[in-house]
Each structure stands twice: as structure tokens, then as C-alpha cells.
């Protein structure tokens, strides 16, 4: 098939990433066509209706929306702000409720409120509650200034370097403070070992600034995005999956879809999993040796997830994230779930449980495609969410009325967005892969940028911010500091980080 006239900039996949980095090229003046292999764009953050009921995937809730804050500066600059309708989380409740097995910890927002909370829950570990509170605070204060994305990339401490276990090892903290402190590095998919220290201190940080969630559905949030990309004069291309990429002389020319469809562009933005990326490039362009680096990179830790209809008299909607936590002697956590009780209609509350699920789990299945895959894994899945509700009365006392409204797995996930593994983060970003994940974009040819929660860090903020980092490769780091980091970065308010 013929090759349209070409477009200043491809973009593969709808989610957060794709749309977002999508916009921001419309903004800078881009012709730019976004190309999704779903028929209904959005990705992740896209939720589904069961029984009337909208029931969540990828957007649960997030940090730093509030006015002055990193994620509703993007979200200003990138025109979004109208399109998130979030609710304030943690002003008469706490933001996240942490059941372990010998206490109760209430995540308050605030990073001095938090302190004050370790402090009273740890009252003899009052010096490494202050170091780990300057961290936050630092982490935060570099949030807040951008200082990712700005001409002179920051420089952390030393030992934020570290796997988050050898941070907490050396503070001397005791186990009930790393079980707390551990959690965090679960929202990103990760264990404490793995995971860097700098990451977590960023996601928590960024959540104790202020944590949301949707006041509408997921399904509205993936509209407001669209309907960004089409007012700034942006295409959407949905249905229709990016099969090949196609290059000349070291340098990407353009896609080829799976209806045969050509389209051509000097620069391409893959916010898809990278290791679709390097299966669509042409053979020899990436050195087996490389494209070998990348199929062998470790996923983030899977997901069992359900949403059941609950009556809303007998169970009503929480403010805040409940989590059932267990932990080793070490104070490691082993396993979790982490639940909602939300807001429905009709007399009913909307239940989500989600907890760990390895891909080996369901690898008997994984030649089959989702809504054909039998009986027996109908049925491993009602057996894992009877267990996952039985495991939940604990918490929220009888579920016997809840009716099961879904339930997915880590193939839901992948056949939904194409992750290997039903990755539900991306690549996870330990210690051990962050040289790999480094490299990634010194392997792609020239033209190829990155973007999605692979490319930078994952979550609502770490995905906008990737999409930045990602246009700042597109347009060069002369137009991005003029153009994009000088706006951003002077649109912060003085504010109050504590
Ligand atoms: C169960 C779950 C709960 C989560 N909860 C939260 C939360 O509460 N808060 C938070 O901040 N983050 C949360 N996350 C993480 C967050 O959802 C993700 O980091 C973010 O949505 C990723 O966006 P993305 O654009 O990188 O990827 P995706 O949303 O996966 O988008 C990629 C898109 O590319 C498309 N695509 C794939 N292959 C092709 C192809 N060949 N051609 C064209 N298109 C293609 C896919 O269909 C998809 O639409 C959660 C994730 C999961 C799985």
C-alpha cells in the first residue's frame, strides 16, 4: 500500500503515554497521528463498565494534583487540567490505611504529618525517621522543581542509589518502620530490594503531597485526552496495530499497520512495551546481543485483580486505600492487597481487590486470547476471587452479598495492552536494570524515542513525565528548554512542600 504524506511525528499506543506525548508535539506546532491497536483508545487508564458499574484498571489514584503541584502543572500545560475530575483524598481521613499483622498504620498526607506518624508509631527510631524525612522532602522539592527534565539533570545523595532494603539496613530501622516504608516500592511492582531508593521517595513523596482519585470514570479520562489530541488538530488511528517500523540507513521512516496501512514519519514515539518495540524493527538494525538485553529484562510483579457489587448499606465507601499487609521478620513485606470500598449507585458500593499474581501462574493459558480461553480458567478465576473475597471479610466483615462483577489476570492485562507477562508497570526499574534501561534509547535507531511507563518511571506522573522526556529527544534539548521546561518549570507557585 502507498505511503500517506508524512507526519512530523508517529506515536504507537493510546495510553497515558502516547496521548500525552502526543500532545505536547501538537502543541509545539507537530502534524501528529496517534495509532492504537484497541479500537477504544486510553490503555491503562481506560476503565469498563459491569453491571452499570464503572469498575477502574489503571488509575486507582495519584499524587501531586494539587494546584502548584508537578502532575497539575503537566496536566495545565498540556491543556488536561479540565478533563482529570479527581477528588481530594486525605483532608478528614487518612490517604491509605495499612493493616499488618501486629499493628495499624494510617498514611496521613503531608510529609511532616507523615513524620509525625512514624514518630508516634516508632517513637525510638526518632533519628532515622528525621533522615528518611529530609529525603522525602528533597525528593519532592526535585519533583517539584522538574529537575529531571531540566537543562542540568539533578545529582541524588549517594545513597539513594541504593535498593530501598540497604537504605532502611542502614538507618538501623527496625521491622515495623521498613513494613511501612515498604509499601510504596509495591505500587511501583517492585520488592524492597529491588527497588531504588530514589524511586520510592519519589512516588511516596508525590502522593504525600496530595493524593486523588477520579471523581468520573477511566473511560471519561481517556476521552478527555483524545478529545485534547483532536482539538490541537492531532489523528487518532484506533483499531489498528503498529505491525513493522520501518527504516533506511540507520533511521526509522515510518510504520506499517496491520490493515497494510503505511504512514510516514522521520520521527517515531513508541509508548508501547520496548519489547514489542525491538520485535518491530527491521532484522539487523539491533544487534542480536542487544535485542537479547532487552527480551531479558524482568518485568514488574504481576496482578490479580476483581470488582465486586457490595450493598452499600452494610459496607460503605472509605476515603481512603485500604491495604492487608504481611511481612516477614525482617519487616519485608511477602504479600498484600490492596482494596477500595467506592462510591456506586443503586443502594450498592463498588469493591476492588488487587493483589500479586506471577505470570507462571497463568501460563497454562497464555497461547489462548482473552474471552476464548475455556472453562478451567473461568473457573481457577472465580476459585482465586472467592479466595481473595473470603480473605477480605477480615477487613470489611461478611461479603456475602457481593456479587463478582469481573475479574482479571495477568493475560487480561496483556492481551488488553500488548505487555509481555501482563507487565501491569512496564520493565521494572531496579538497581540491577537501571544500566539496561539506560542504554535503551542509545539502542533504538535514529528517530526512535521511547515514552510510557517503561521509559522513565510508571504511574499517572512517571508516565507524563516520560512522555516529556521523550519530546525533549524529539524536538532537542534547545527547543525543549525554551519551549516546554520554561513554561513548566515557571508555572510553580511558591508553595509549601511540607
Ligand atoms: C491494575 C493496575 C492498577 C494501577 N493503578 C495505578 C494507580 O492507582 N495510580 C497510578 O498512578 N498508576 C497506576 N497503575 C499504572 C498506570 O496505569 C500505568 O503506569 C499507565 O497507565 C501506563 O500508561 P502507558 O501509556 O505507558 O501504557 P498503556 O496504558 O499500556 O498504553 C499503551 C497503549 O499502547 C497500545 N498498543 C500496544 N501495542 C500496540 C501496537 N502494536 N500498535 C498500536 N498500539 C499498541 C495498547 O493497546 C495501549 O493502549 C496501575 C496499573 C495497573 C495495571
Given at each position: 500500500m502507498e505511503s500517506e504524506r508524512p507526519y512530523d511525528a508517529l506515536i504507537i499506543g493510546a495510553g497515558i503515554g502516547g496521548l500525552s506525548a502526543g500532545i505536547c508535539l501538537l502543541l509545539l506546532g507537530q502534524r501528529v497521528a496517534v495509532v492504537e491497536k484497541n479500537v477504544l483508545p486510553g490503555g491503562l487508564m481506560r476503565g469498563y463498565r459491569r453491571a452499570g458499574m464503572d469498575c477502574p484498571v489503571g488509575v486507582h489514584y495519584f499524587g501531586a494534583f494539587g494546584e502548584g503541584e508537578p502532575l497539575r502543572r503537566i496536566c495545565d500545560y498540556l491543556g488536561l487540567s479540565d478533563g482529570l475530575a479527581a477528588e481530594r483524598m486525605g483532608r478528614d481521613s487518612p490517604i491509605d490505611r495499612y493493616h499488618f499483622d501486629e499493628f495499624t498504620f494510617d498514611l496521613p498526607a503531608g510529609i511532616d504529618a507523615f513524620a509525625a506518624a512514624l514518630r508516634q508509631a516508632f517513637p525510638a527510631e526518632g533519628q532515622a525517621i528525621g533522615r528518611i524525612t529530609a529525603d522525602l522532602l528533597s525528593a519532592a522539592e526535585m519533583q517539584n522543581s522538574f529537575a529531571f527534565l531540566s537543562p542540568q539533570p539533578p545529582l541524588f545523595d549517594a545513597k539513594l542509589y541504593a535498593p530501598l532494603s540497604a537504605y532502611l539496613s542502614g538507618m538501623d530501622c527496625s521491622p515495623g518502620l521498613r513494613s511501612v516504608l515498604g509499601v510504596a516500592a509495591r505500587w511501583m511492582g517492585m520488592q524492597e530490594r529491588d527497588c531504588p531508593a530514589f524511586y520510592h521517595h519519589f512516588a511516596l513523596s508525590?502522593?504525600?503531597?496530595?493524593?486523588?482519585?477520579?471523581?468520573?470514570?477511566?473511560?471519561?479520562?481517556?476521552?478527555?485526552?483524545?478529545?485534547?489530541?483532536?482539538?490541537?488538530?492531532?489523528?487518532?488511528?484506533?483499531?489498528?496495530?503498529?505491525?513493522?517500523?520501518?527504516?533506511?540507513?540507520?533511521?526509522?521512516?515510518?510504520?506499517?499497520?496491520?490493515?497494510?496501512?503505511?504512514?510516514?514519519?522521520?520521527?517515531?514515539?513508541?509508548?508501547?512495551?520496548?519489547?514489542?518495540?525491538?520485535?518491530?524493527?527491521?532484522?539487523?538494525?539491533?544487534?542480536?546481543?542487544?535485542?537479547?538485553?532487552?527480551?531479558?529484562?524482568?518485568?514488574?510483579?504481576?496482578?490479580?485483580?476483581?470488582?465486586?457489587?457490595?450493598?452499600?448499606?452494610?459496607?460503605?465507601?472509605?476515603?481512603?486505600?485500604?491495604?492487608?499487609?504481611?511481612?516477614?521478620?525482617?519487616?519485608?513485606?511477602?504479600?498484600?492487597?490492596?482494596?477500595?470500598?467506592?462510591?456506586?449507585?443503586?443502594?450498592?458500593?463498588?469493591?476492588?481487590?488487587?493483589?500479586?499474581?506471577?505470570?507462571?501462574?497463568?501460563?497454562?493459558?497464555?497461547?489462548?486470547?482473552?474471552?476464548?480461553?475455556?472453562?478451567?480458567?473461568?473457573?481457577?478465576?472465580?476459585?482465586?476471587?472467592?479466595?481473595?473475597?473470603?480473605?477480605?471479610?477480615?477487613?470489611?466483615?461478611?461479603?456475602?452479598?457481593?456479587?463478582?462483577?469481573?475479574?482479571?489476570?495477568?493475560?487480561?492485562?496483556?492481551?488488553?495492552?500488548?505487555?509481555?507477562?501482563?507487565?501491569?508497570?512496564?520493565?521494572?526499574?531496579?538497581?540491577?536494570?537501571?544500566p539496561a534501561l539506560a542504554a535503551l534509547s542509545r539502542l533504538a535507531p535514529a528517530g526512535l524515542t521511547f515514552a510510557g511507563q517503561s521509559a522513565l518511571s510508571p504511574g499517572v506522573l512517571g508516565t507524563l513525565l516520560g512522555s516529556l522526556h521523550a519530546v525533549r529527544q524529539v524536538i532537542g534539548p534547545h527547543r525543549f528548554a525554551a519551549e516546554v521546561f520554561g513554561p513548566l518549570a515557571g508555572s510553580r507557585k511558591k508553595r509549601e512542600l511540607r
Amino acid at each position: 500500500m502507498e505511503s500517506e504524506r508524512p507526519y512530523d511525528a508517529l506515536i504507537i499506543g493510546a495510553g497515558i503515554g502516547g496521548l500525552s506525548a502526543g500532545i505536547c508535539l501538537l502543541l509545539l506546532g507537530q502534524r501528529v497521528a496517534v495509532v492504537e491497536k484497541n479500537v477504544l483508545p486510553g490503555g491503562l487508564m481506560r476503565g469498563y463498565r459491569r453491571a452499570g458499574m464503572d469498575c477502574p484498571v489503571g488509575v486507582h489514584y495519584f499524587g501531586a494534583f494539587g494546584e502548584g503541584e508537578p502532575l497539575r502543572r503537566i496536566c495545565d500545560y498540556l491543556g488536561l487540567s479540565d478533563g482529570l475530575a479527581a477528588e481530594r483524598m486525605g483532608r478528614d481521613s487518612p490517604i491509605d490505611r495499612y493493616h499488618f499483622d501486629e499493628f495499624t498504620f494510617d498514611l496521613p498526607a503531608g510529609i511532616d504529618a507523615f513524620a509525625a506518624a512514624l514518630r508516634q508509631a516508632f517513637p525510638a527510631e526518632g533519628q532515622a525517621i528525621g533522615r528518611i524525612t529530609a529525603d522525602l522532602l528533597s525528593a519532592a522539592e526535585m519533583q517539584n522543581s522538574f529537575a529531571f527534565l531540566s537543562p542540568q539533570p539533578p545529582l541524588f545523595d549517594a545513597k539513594l542509589y541504593a535498593p530501598l532494603s540497604a537504605y532502611l539496613s542502614g538507618m538501623d530501622c527496625s521491622p515495623g518502620l521498613r513494613s511501612v516504608l515498604g509499601v510504596a516500592a509495591r505500587w511501583m511492582g517492585m520488592q524492597e530490594r529491588d527497588c531504588p531508593a530514589f524511586y520510592h521517595h519519589f512516588a511516596l513523596s508525590s502522593y504525600l503531597l496530595s493524593a486523588w482519585r477520579l471523581a468520573g470514570a477511566g473511560a471519561d479520562l481517556a476521552e478527555a485526552f483524545v478529545a485534547r489530541v483532536e482539538a490541537l488538530g492531532g489523528e487518532m488511528i484506533c483499531g489498528d496495530a503498529v505491525a513493522q517500523i520501518s527504516a533506511a540507513e540507520g533511521a526509522v521512516t515510518g510504520v506499517r499497520l496491520a490493515s497494510g496501512r503505511v504512514l510516514s514519519a522521520a520521527r517515531i514515539v513508541a509508548a508501547i512495551h520496548p519489547k514489542q518495540v525491538i520485535a518491530m524493527l527491521p532484522a539487523g538494525l539491533v544487534k542480536p546481543r542487544h535485542a537479547r538485553l532487552v527480551a531479558e529484562l524482568a518485568e514488574t510483579e504481576s496482578l490479580f485483580a476483581l470488582n465486586a457489587a457490595v450493598d452499600a448499606a452494610a459496607h460503605p465507601a472509605l476515603p481512603h486505600n485500604v491495604f492487608r499487609l504481611r511481612t516477614d521478620r525482617e519487616g519485608t513485606i511477602t504479600d498484600g492487597v490492596f482494596s477500595q470500598m467506592r462510591r456506586a449507585e443503586k443502594g450498592k458500593n463498588l469493591l476492588v481487590l488487587i493483589t500479586k499474581s506471577p505470570y507462571r501462574e497463568w501460563q497454562r493459558w497464555e497461547r489462548s486470547a482473552t474471552g476464548s480461553r475455556g472453562p478451567d480458567y473461568a473457573e481457577e478465576k472465580a476459585r482465586r476471587a472467592g479466595r481473595l473475597l473470603r480473605e477480605a471479610e477480615g477487613l470489611f466483615g461478611s461479603l456475602a452479598d457481593a456479587t463478582l462483577l469481573d475479574a482479571y489476570t495477568p493475560l487480561t492485562l496483556r492481551d488488553w495492552v500488548g505487555t509481555p507477562e501482563g507487565s501491569p508497570y512496564g520493565i521494572m526499574r531496579s538497581m540491577r536494570q537501571l544500566p539496561a534501561l539506560a542504554a535503551l534509547s542509545r539502542l533504538a535507531p535514529a528517530g526512535l524515542t521511547f515514552a510510557g511507563q517503561s521509559a522513565l518511571s510508571p504511574g499517572v506522573l512517571g508516565t507524563l513525565l516520560g512522555s516529556l522526556h521523550a519530546v525533549r529527544q524529539v524536538i532537542g534539548p534547545h527547543r525543549f528548554a525554551a519551549e516546554v521546561f520554561g513554561p513548566l518549570a515557571g508555572s510553580r507557585k511558591k508553595r509549601e512542600l511540607r
